[in-house]
C-alpha cells in the first residue's frame, strides 16, 4: 500500500528534551511537509522540503528542526526551544512543489505531542 | 497574500438533510482550491480540489463544491448528510508559484440522528 506513514501515534516529552517524529512516505513523492495543528486554528506550516537535502522554513520554524537526507523520509525534531510543543503534527508530502505546479498534498495520520 | 476564510466555525444538520459548508478566498490570481476532511484523531483526507477546469467539482462520498470567481466563494455541499460525515471539514488554497497552501480555520460539522 502506498502512502504516509507517521510514528508515534502519540509522543510525552519532558521538559529540556528533544523528540524527533518520523514521517515516511513510499509515494515517491519529491516534496514534504510538516504542519502543527492547534483547536481552532487550522493547520500552520513549520518547515517544508523541495528535494533531498534540500529545505526550508515555515510560517511558525522557531523551535523546530528537520532533515531530508533520503527522499522517503522528513523527520521533525521538537527542541526544548519550543516552549509551547503540544499539539497535532502532521506530515504531508506532494509530487512536487515546483514553481507552476499546483499538486495536491497528501497527508499521514498525525502524532500528537504531549509535555509531561 | 492569500487567505482563506471559513464562514462557521460549527455546523450542525440533520441526519438526511442538505449540508452547506462555507468558504471565501483572497487571492491575486486564480488559485488551486481544496477541501479536505479530518475525522478526529486522524489525518486530512482530500475531499475534492479545484485547478481551473470545471466550475462545479465532484468529490467523494457525494460531496461537491462550487467555484464562483465573482463571489470569491468555493462552498461545500452535500444533499444528504449521513452520521458518518459528522467530522472537521478544511478549505485550502494554493496559488501557482513556490507559495504554500493556506488553510481556514475549520468547520467542525455535527449530524444529528
Known amino acids: 500500500d502506498g502512502g504516509i506513514t507517521q510514528s508515534p501515534k502519540y509522543l510525552f516529552r519532558k521538559e529540556g528534551q528533544n523528540v524527533t517524529l518520523s514521517c515516511e512516505q513510499n509515494?515517491?513523492?519529491?516534496?514534504m511537509y510538516w504542519y502543527r495543528q492547534d483547536p481552532g486554528q487550522g493547520l500552520r506550516l513549520i518547515y517544508y522540503s523541495q528535494i533531498v537535502n534540500d529545505f526550508q522554513k515555515g510560517d511558525i520554524a522557531e523551535g523546530y528542526s528537520v532533515s531530508r537526507e533520503k527522499k522517503e523520509s522528513f523527520p521533525l525534531t521538537v527542541t526544548s526551544a519550543q516552549k509551547n510543543p503540544t499539539a497535532f503534527y502532521l506530515c504531508?508530502?506532494?509530487?512536487?512543489?515546483?514553481?507552476?505546479?499546483?499538486?495536491?498534498?497528501?497527508f499521514g495520520p498525525g502524532t500528537r505531542l504531549l509535555v509531561l | 497574500a492569500q487567505s482563506v476564510t471559513q464562514l462557521d466555525s460549527h455546523v450542525s444538520v440533520s441526519e438526511g438533510t442538505p449540508v452547506l459548508l462555507r468558504c471565501n478566498y483572497s487571492s491575486s490570481y486564480s488559485p488551486s482550491l481544496f477541501w479536505y476532511v479530518q475525522h478526529p484523531n486522524k489525518g486530512l483526507q482530500l475531499l475534492l480540489k479545484y485547478t481551473s477546469a470545471a466550475t462545479l467539482v465532484k468529490g467523494i462520498n457525494g460531496f461537491e463544491a462550487e467555484f464562483k470567481k465573482s463571489e470569491t466563494s468555493f462552498h461545500l455541499t452535500k444533499p444528504s448528510a449521513h452520521m458518518s460525515d459528522a467530522a472537521e471539514y478544511f478549505c485550502v488554497s494554493k496559488d501557482s508559484g513556490n507559495t504554500p497552501l493556506v488553510f481556514g480555520k475549520g468547520t467542525r460539522l455535527s449530524v444529528i440522528a
Open positions: 509515494l515517491n513523492h519529491d516534496a
Open positions: 504531508a508530502s506532494s509530487r512536487t512543489s515546483g514553481p507552476t505546479r499546483r499538486e495536491t498534498q497528501y
